[in-house]
């Protein structure tokens, strides 16, 4: 193995800042179990989603699981559903299912920045089409959001694999500066980003700007 391959081994673990970014978005607001679960009424989707984060926050996994799967199944177009099944199965190595849950909520939500992104390192750590992943991870780039910095670094790697270094190294560049000032979590990511290509360039010291030759 690499050093290619072992850093794209740590896309996993690179992954859980997106999903966490991702699942705070569902989960605002929802600490409460909602109204109608006491009273033993069905729930509509969102309310499935947001109990599924609510769970899933306190890390129980598959009672989140249940949630977004009965989310999908009131209503199989929505996107939360699937993207939180998708982030579930990813962080656990189920990378075909991933897959199967980001490609469905693309085709209820195109260019969704969140599923364009996961999907993209979905592809990348399966070792499928770099082509593909780096189309979904510009196509997220390309839409308003807090995830950025996320998508910068998902880039970077897929650049590492192509073993095109200097733009990789310029686009962790470009993550660290729209890098909110209290995001250590994505800068402590980005700096083993970073680290992974200078190892695989064969750059012992790097300062922004060098190009490793």
């Not at 989310?71 to 579930?88: F, M, S």
Request: proline share 6%; charged share 20%; hydrophobic share 45%.
């Amino acid at each position: 193995m690499d050093i290619i391959d072992r850093a794209s081994a740590g896309v996993r673990r690179r992954f859980a800042p997106v999903a966490l970014a991702l699942a705070g978005l569902l989960a605002a607001g929802c600490v409460h179990l909602p109204p109608r679960l006491r009273s033993g009424d069905a729930l509509d989707p969102q309310e499935h989603v947001r109990l599924g984060s609510s769970y899933e926050a306190q890390g129980l996994r598959a009672e989140a699981v249940a949630q977004y799967e009965a989310a999908v199944r009131r209503d199989p177009a929505c996107t939360e559903g699937w993207l939180a099944l998708g982030n579930i199965a990813f962080m656990e190595g189920r990378f075909e299912s991933a897959e199967t849950s980001f490609r469905t909520a693309l085709i209820a939500a195109p260019h969704h920045p969140g599923v364009c992104n996961n999907l993209a390192m979905t592809i990348l750590a399966r070792g499928g089409s770099l082509a593909e992943a780096e189309a979904l991870a510009r196509d997220a780039l390309s839409q308003p959001g807090t995830l950025r910095p996320y998508i910068l670094d998902t880039l970077a790697n897929i650049q590492l694999r192509q073993r095109r270094y200097a733009e990789a190294l310029d686009l962790v560049d470009q993550a660290e500066a729209s890098t909110p000032a209290d995001g250590a979590l994505v800068r402590a990511q980005l700096k083993t980003t970073r680290d992974s290509i200078q190892a695989a360039a064969g750059v012992r010291e790097y300062a922004p700007g060098q190009v490793p030759r």
